[in-house]
């Protein structure tokens, strides 16, 4: 039980805690189950794509049908994540985590059973929500934990999702030929079952709440333009780049979004607090979590696409939905060696140096990918590279995001910066399609389609770093905070 001294509210109705009021084996108990519940949803993310040509013959549907099985699920959590973070910081973060976890398990459960595209995309979209899980276990994090112990924490804990992510890619294969194609959804269920037993067991209340209402207005402005803007994105290569439908949406989107930022603007209680989005601790994190999104999901089409094509190709090496899982571990695995080396780093230096080392390494990796990708070798070793750069940069995003904002706009703040990386990587898997299908004039792309397109890769990475770079220091963060709300609040446990 958590025994809170009694105490009046603080600024902005935040009730002041101690980050040191638990034992230690509480806190890490809590981690264990929050890392379980954020690899569940990070797995879930990632384990559909290999399977989508299954998933289009399964469900009798075209290309373009069988990716709204995707493209469902990266809208339902672009949009629920921030949301649901917002409510997470106002009614509780374990009450609205099980929620999340609640909506993982039905949509898991409804895609395993579906007959029909329009049951499986539902199902989808509710898998979507538990994207909330991050933004939620970072709040979760700052209001729990000890202070020497948060920076490893988050650090870990963001890994997790290209760990995840990148684990889902490698099970899909042995999973669908040894399994059949609707364990893809049954697996991660049980994963999910798992995780909300086990925070309904172990994960405490947190007690930082802020009162407040949801701006249902700003909710759906807000949830409007991102749905415009990524269905836009999504649906360009078969509807036309210049197509009024696109074109529509785009105009559809910014006209949205602007109304969204004077909704939030007039807003006593916004959804987002737009001062909070013109720090430069935040906007600087959140382009390097959009441009990161964008590489790592490319990374996603490009090396899969690149291992299967034929041998016949001259750089391809035919491999099987299981064998692409072989090029994918080494990434998977190197992300979770960086992310205690990045928590180490942070402790030391602060979270800027390794997310810098983050881009400049998935730079290189994209770089050497571009030079040479027809040796087994040269792939395996981008792969690792790779995997090592987005596990440091990963691993440092949240933590940087976390000390860039007042408490209790933790659970908003992380889940935008999670939303946006989902962007990015919406953004950035749409384009290395597009750029791979633009350059096959045959059946097989030529091998400069995919020299072109990792320098494009590599590209956003450079833009990544130089954003970087831009980000403050921890002292400059702590001092655009104050000039933006106020100095911090004061408790017995020192600054929060």
């Avoid at 649901?84 to 929620?99: P, S």
């Avoid at 760990?163 to 890619?169: D, R, S």
Wanted: proline share 6%; charged share 10%; hydrophobic share 55%.
């Amino acid at each position: 039980m958590i025994l809170l001294c009694h105490r009046p509210m603080t600024q902005r109705g935040r009730t002041p805690v101690s980050p040191d009021h638990h034992k230690p084996q509480d806190y890490r108990l809590t981690f264990v189950v929050l890392a379980f519940a954020g690899t569940a949803y990070a797995i879930m993310s990632g384990i559909v794509a290999p399977a989508l040509p299954d998933i289009q013959e399964a469900m009798g549907t075209s290309s373009t049908g069988g990716a709204w099985v995707l493209t469902a699920f990266l809208l339902s959590t672009s949009a629920a994540t921030p949301i649901v973070g917002r409510i997470g910081d106002m009614f509780g973060k374990e009450r609205v985590l099980l929620g999340g976890l609640t909506a993982m398990v039905i949509g898991s459960a409804l895609c395993g059973v579906a007959g029909s595209l329009l049951v499986m995309i539902t199902g989808r979209v509710l898998q979507g929500i538990g994207g909330a899980v991050f933004p939620l276990a970072f709040g979760i994090i700052r209001d729990e934990f000890p202070v020497a112990r948060r920076p490893g924490g988050i650090a870990l804990m963001s890994a997790l999702i290209g760990i995840g992510a990148g684990t889902g890619v490698i099970m899909t294969g042995p999973i669908v030929e040894h399994l059949g194609l609707s364990w893809i959804f049954w697996i991660p269920l049980i994963l999910a079952a798992v995780a909300l037993v086990a925070t309904a067991l172990f994960v405490p209340e947190s007690p930082v709440k802020v009162p407040g209402r949801v701006n249902v207005r700003s909710a759906l402005l807000f949830s409007g333009w991102l749905v415009f803007l990524l269905v836009a994105v999504s649906e360009g290569p078969d509807w036309g780049w210049t197509s009024v439908r696109v074109i529509g949406l785009l105009v559809l989107a910014a006209l949205t979004a602007g109304a969204w930022v004077r909704s939030e603007q007039r807003s006593p209680q916004p959804l987002v607090d737009m001062h909070m989005m013109r720090l430069r601790g935040v906007w600087t994190v959140n382009l390097v979590a959009l441009l990161l999104g964008a590489g790592m999901y490319s990374s996603f089409i490009l090396i899969p696409t690149l291992v299967q094509e034929p041998t016949s190709s001259g750089y391809g090496f035919g491999a099987s939905i299981t064998e692409v899982g072989v090029y994918m571990a080494p990434s998977a695995f190197v992300m979770l060696l960086a992310s205690p080396l990045a928590g180490r780093l942070a402790k030391r230096f602060g979270s800027r140096l390794p997310l810098a080392l983050g881009a400049a390494t998935t730079t290189a990796a994209f770089v050497l990918l571009a030079a040479e990708h027809g040796h087994k070798a040269s792939v395996f070793l981008g792969s690792t590279v790779l995997g090592f750069g987005i596990g440091l940069a990963l691993a440092s995003l949240a933590n940087l995001i976390v000390d860039a904002v007042p408490p209790h706009q933790t659970g908003v703040a992380t889940g935008i910066n999670t939303m946006v990386r989902t962007v990015g990587g919406a953004i950035g898997s749409t384009v290395a399609a597009v750029m791979l299908a633009a350059g096959t004039v045959a059946a097989v792309p030529p091998s400069t389609v995919f020299t072109n397109t990792f320098l494009a890769a590599a590209g956003a990475q450079v833009l990544a770093l130089l954003a970087a770079l831009l980000v403050p220091r921890a002292r400059s963060a702590s001092n655009d905070i104050e000039a933006a709300t106020g100095p911090r609040s004061v408790t017995s446990a020192g600054l929060v």
